[in-house]
């Protein structure tokens, strides 16, 4: 599920995701970009994502990202239109790191390349520009990525051993 949190509350969608789940699909929902910490929580308690779109404001709350950390929930993260919209005022304000550090398992994307004026190169390159990340730390969020995309075994295990 995708979209503005303002009109959306996952807990509408409860019954689409169970029906999804028991088709064997993987689980991701928007939250916690627009509308804070609780609206990560709320998708957490009503829907059963393994993934969540964007997720960053959930830096505002030290126990959601021990829940994150603990149970393991992938931010896809998308630093670059999380400052154009203005979520942030820069990249040194951008809590990826943050999250990182405290062992929330975080992937880096473009979201939409054209309209926020990014790239997957402007990415790294401020990533590593700000925070010092390096060839290992994005190393890690590519193994994060692969193992959290929806996808059977033996393509993510193929798609590692390529990246190995």
Sequence with gaps: MGGEERHL??????????????????LTSHASEICGADSARETLDSINVTRIGHGVRSIEDPELVRRLADE???LEVNPGSNIALNVFPSWADHPIDALRKAGVPVTVSTDDPPYFYTDMTREYTMLHETFGWDVSDFNETNRTAMNAAFCDDETRQRLLAQFE
């Excluded at 509350?9 to 789940?21: G, L, M, R």
């Design 9 to 26: 509350k996952a807990v509408d969608f409860a019954p689409s995701f169970e029906i999804a789940a028991a088709a064997g699909l993987g």
């Design 72 to 74: 393991q929930i992938v």
